[in-house]
């Protein structure tokens, strides 16, 4: 079994910082991309940022600047510091990691988080 857990959600003023963090639990292999992606109300979900296992890194354009991914490849980590929040960036943040596991070891599947809100009063 595979786990993503997020945490690090909230409510902040608009202008002001969060950071959020996931971490992967189970019967791991190796772990390839790891992102987060987010869904506000009334919204599809979409894509905010993504980070390989080397380090690179991608970014919606609503976020650049704004928001930085990190990872840890020892601890199996992935973070997202948010800043100068606005209040369009509420949402549900989910975390996604690609996950070869030793059930499946052959594949890498995309595992999901439960989400944690994160709300951004103005």
């Known amino acids: 079994q595979v786990q993503l857990v997020e945490s690090g959600g909230g409510l902040v003023q608009a202008g002001g910082s969060l950071n959020l963090s996931c971490a992967a639990s189970?019967?791991?292999?190796?772990?390839?991309?790891m992102g987060w992606y987010r869904q506000g109300p009334g919204k599809q979900r979409e894509l905010v940022a993504t980070?390989?296992?080397?380090?690179?890194?991608n970014y919606a354009d609503s976020v650049k600047v704004r928001f930085t991914i990190s990872r840890d490849n020892v601890k199996n980590t992935v973070h997202l510091q948010m800043s100068n929040l606005k209040p369009e960036d509420t949402a549900v943040y989910y975390c996604?990691?690609?996950?070869?596991?030793?059930?499946?070891?052959?594949?890498?599947?995309?595992?999901w988080g439960q989400g944690t809100q994160v709300t951004v009063s103005s």
């Open positions: 189970g019967s791991i292999v190796s772990i390839d991309a």
């Open positions: 980070i390989t296992s080397r380090g690179r890194t």
């Open positions: 996604n990691a690609d996950i070869r596991s030793f059930s499946r070891s052959y594949v890498y599947q995309a595992y």
